[in-house]
């Protein structure tokens, strides 16, 4: 029955239960998008009928091009379509906040040991293990959007544009290029009749604003809170292709260009997020609780956590709440699906060149690679959930410490 047909006691009970599914998946949900999409499907289709397992479908494939979290979206967007705003908001806050509070104690946790002189040493090889994540990952899209000469043409050029400059500030130069050069190519697709497309601004606005402002209030006051903000929000504004693009751009910007974090911090990190149930995108709240260690005590951490948090997730909230209501307009257009192909496949580029960047300074330790090539086997070939491989490879830390 459709929403607007409840009752408002009916309504608000049917609402409970869904944020109820919503907690039970932000506990269960191993794996990325893909994985997500499957227990998806299961629960609000299948088991509860909130959705058509075709809308469910199409609005994990619009979520898959706008910038984001991917799965994110998607849910929240379901939250979106079911209650509004309000059920929305409280759906992002419960997908998100078991793997946020994970990530953040996991934060904490190493800091303590940093500060106790306690050898990290039993993580050493999740770090090569990272870099077996993050290069499947790679090839897995990859495998999805590589299928033409102009996509191989572009996905080279922005690895070796991404290796040469590792600057945060050369990421939206490169997608932006990747989607112009294939957006030329728009008479190959199929024209589709189209209806005047209605657009609604405001959330738009309110995403822009809300960047710009961080950004002129950053610069500003030189609050660290505030620009651990404002560099998610931004990173969150620009990352397609969900965590397996976010990790390298993210390593760019707080390991080797601010040098907030440490190559070890920053891998074993994206190795720990693969590990825990939810939002990969929970690396943030991680990155931002270390970022602020230098600023003072428990709070100073929490407050990166929190600030870094909101920022990676608010601008993929805002923009699905803007494109949802004219999508079904805005694809119908040859430009819009053509410039698609490029940015995926500029995607892809940087996380070449990230997983050059990090494998390097491993290319003479045996054991690292052996463990970096380990892991993307395992991922490849077999059906091995990342959990387990990841706490295989703590195990083994601990029984070679």
């Known amino acids: 029955m459709s929403e607007s047909l409840l009752h408002p006691p009916v309504k608000r009970i049917r609402h409970l239960i869904f944020l109820k599914d919503v907690l039970i998946l932000a506990l269960t949900c191993f794996?990325?998008?893909?994985?997500?999409l499957v227990m998806f499907l299961e629960r609000f289709v299948?088991?509860?009928?909130?959705?058509?397992?075709?809308e469910l479908l199409e609005l994990q494939a619009?979520?898959?091009v706008l910038p984001g979290p991917t799965s994110?979206?998607?849910?929240?967007?379901?939250?979106?379509?079911?209650g509004g705003p309000n059920l929305a908001y409280t759906t992002l806050l419960i997908w998100s906040l078991p793997a946020v509070l994970v990530m953040t104690f996991a934060a904490l946790g190493i800091y303590y040991?940093?500060?106790?002189?306690?050898s990290l040493a039993f993580m050493r090889f999740v770090e090569p293990m990272a870099v077996g994540f993050l290069a499947?990952?790679?090839?897995?899209?990859?495998?999805?959007?590589?299928?033409?000469?102009?996509?191989w043409f572009i996905l080279i050029t922005a690895a070796v544009i991404a290796y040469l400059f590792p600057s945060p500030y050369m990421t939206p130069i490169v997608i932006v290029l990747g989607g112009l050069v294939t957006a030329l190519e728009f008479r190959k697709h199929q024209k589709m009749e189209k209806n005047p497309i209605r657009i609604q601004w405001a959330n738009f606005i309110l995403w822009l604003g809300v960047l710009v402002f961080a950004a002129a209030l950053g610069a500003i006051t030189h609050s660290l809170p505030i620009r651990l903000f404002e560099n998610f929000y931004r990173n969150g504004s620009l990352v397609f292709g969900g965590g397996q693009v976010l990790n390298p751009m993210l390593y760019t910007e707080f390991v080797e260009f601010k040098k907030y974090l440490t190559r070890q911090e920053f891998l074993t990190g994206m190795a720990l997020a693969q590990v825990i149930p939810g939002p990969?995108?929970?690396?943030a709240s991680y990155i931002g609780a270390l970022s602020m260690r230098s600023e003072g005590g428990l709070g100073s951490q929490l407050w990166g956590s929190l600030a870094s948090t909101a920022g990676i997730f608010l601008p993929g909230t805002f923009l699905i709440f803007f494109v949802y209501r004219f999508w079904n307009g805005l694809k119908k257009y040859r430009g819009v699906r053509a410039s698609l192909e490029g940015v995926n496949a500029a995607s892809v580029g940087l996380t070449a060149a990230a997983v050059m960047r990090m494998f390097i300074p491993t290319a003479t330790d045996s054991t690292a690679i052996i463990f970096i090539v380990g892991t993307f086997l395992l991922l490849?070939?077999?059906?091995?959930?990342?959990y387990v491989i990841v706490l295989g490879g703590i195990l083994t830390g601990i029984l070679f410490h």
């Open 380 to 386: 490849r070939y077999t059906k091995t959930p990342p």
């Open 136 to 151: 499947y990952g790679g090839y897995s899209i990859g495998k999805k959007v590589i299928h033409k000469n102009t996509h």
């Open 72 to 82: 994110t979206q998607t849910i929240t967007a379901l939250g979106f379509k079911l």
């Open 280 to 283: 990969v995108f929970s690396i």
């Open 46 to 54: 299948h088991k509860h009928r909130y959705i058509k397992e075709e």
């Open 31 to 36: 794996g990325g998008p893909q994985v997500h």
């Open 113 to 118: 040991l940093q500060q106790n002189q306690i």
């Open 62 to 64: 619009l979520c898959q």
